[in-house]
């Protein structure tokens, strides 16, 4: 019964997303031919409009992880649209299987799921059947194509389930998890650091830098890079052309009144109680010293910053209005009847009465003013460039004739700069293509931008004089590691015969009953993996930022049998190993049935259909 009201749950939900993406007759339109499937798995078609469904799923949950809107040149440069007919030819598929070995759903389990969903009942509760044809219609499906549709999602689901339920990983796993999690190590160690080498460095060539950067070329590779050209337009551009009358500076001043003239204010906190007694009680409690404020506010079941009214004015009190402004910072007032019920109030904080004149604030005024002034002026503009973009005219014509500046930028992902500090050029910047012509696009301060994509750079390794004090830093760090390492292996044999660090000339650090899960500040993160790899008495190194660390094992513990916490991780761990396990077989099983029953793609189709979404 349970894995019955699971499967059912899951399927309204996906008649629910169903319902929702409105893709009324999408890619019945704009195709030529009469085909109305874009591929299909052993004969069974992959119908238009379900791939675009499908498409627009994949998308959808995309956006959502990405939380921004994401354009369908750059879904199809991720390979979003792969993602859904890769989805769609395993759940064919899975439902050609069903076919074959009988599985299917009936007629009454089909009534169940859709008069289960929400949004197809009436008021009354009764089934809505007008909207039920008014939803299949919205999304170009007749009853009996939708109808059909879950029933093969049903039948599919049975199927997926049995692939996957019964699961699990045997004890010994769980087992090896607990001790490989909860084994303790207590051991010994010391630096060796780069400020008790005995000579100094030696100064390289500019030949010895310049062979160093050629062999080790990967590590100063310049990523692939766009070179954009791009016209702009800011207010702060145009913001020095724009004139401001006084009359409007004074209406600017009145309207915003409350920001230049603000009444004194205090710092508050309201503790209320449900009757008249238990303040006073608690008033006189406070006045005696026998208990803090603080302390009231606990017992009342309460945190300081669930009473705190924040500054707040004489007239936003209330009644207590006039007694709290006349406290000094730091009193307690009340009780006082409030909306609440009788309440005490802290002074916690007294904010001066300020005012700030007409004259003091016309050089704010006038630049707010004139800032807006200029994103109008230029919210203005924009339509007639776009439209004269898109009649050809080169971002260098519209510079030339207009406000907009132009400029060029070797964009790459990671730049912050000028007018890579827009997240909206950034977005611009990533699906630009060659065939594309520039459009006008806002920035979030009211600026517009447009760019054309001149040449896509390939990734190269930057020029050394690019990179020279980097090759030199790199240099010096790598001649530190190998004397370290030199020195670390001239005092490892005497340690190997017995000999302690104090008498090898180290400072040594003892570390007790540590496990894999535990962290060591400032220490390489190899350190406890090299550990957790050695026997007891073993000696090794691990190299560091400018230091070499000596270990010793000194002990190997096993785990606290008794230790819950860690027998519930390993338990979560067999688990997760269980699930995955599952989702492989899964996989597998679904590649078994694509080869056997194959799989056929009309990219022309596909190619058609996806031109819808451009």
Known sequence: MAAKKKISNLLVFGLLALLIVGLAGFGATGLSGTSRTVGDVGGEGIAIERYAREVQQVINEAETQAQRSIPFAEAQSIGLDRVAISRLVGAVALEVETSHLGISAGDEFLREQILAIPNLRKSDGTFDRDAYAFALQSNGLTEAEFEDQLRRDAARGLLERAINTGIDMPDAYETLMFTYLGERRSFTYAPIEANTLNAPLSEPSDEDLRAFHEENAARYMIPETKRITYAWLLPDMIVGDVTVDEDALRESYEERIDEFVQPERRLVERLVFPDLEAAEEVRGQIDAAEIPFEAAVIARGLELADID??????????????????????NVVGPIDTDFGPALFRVNGVIDATETSFEEAVPFLREDLAMERARRT????????????????????????????????????????????????????????????????ELTDGGIFAVRLDEVVAARSAPFEDVAEEVRADWDAQQTAERLNARAEEILPQLREGASFEEAGLAPTSETNLTRRDFLADMPGALLDTVFAMETGDIETVSGENAVYVLRLDEITEPDPEADDLREIATRISDQAAQSLAADIGTAYANALRSRLGVRIDQQVLNAVNVNFQ
């Open 309 to 330: 009214l924040g500054d707040v004015t004489r007239e936003s009190l209330g009644a207590a209005g006039d007694p709290v402004f006349a406290a000094a910072n730091g």
């Open 378 to 441: 230029i919210e203005a503009q924009a339509s007639d460039i776009d439209d004269r973009l898109a009649g050809g005219a080169t971002l260098e014509e519209i510079a030339d004739e207009t406000d907009m500046e132009i400029g060029t930028i070797d964009w790459r992902a990671g730049i912050a700069e000028d007018i890579a500090a827009y997240d909206s050029f950034n977005d611009a910047a990533r699906t630009a293509s060659e065939e594309d012509y520039p459009e006008v696009t």
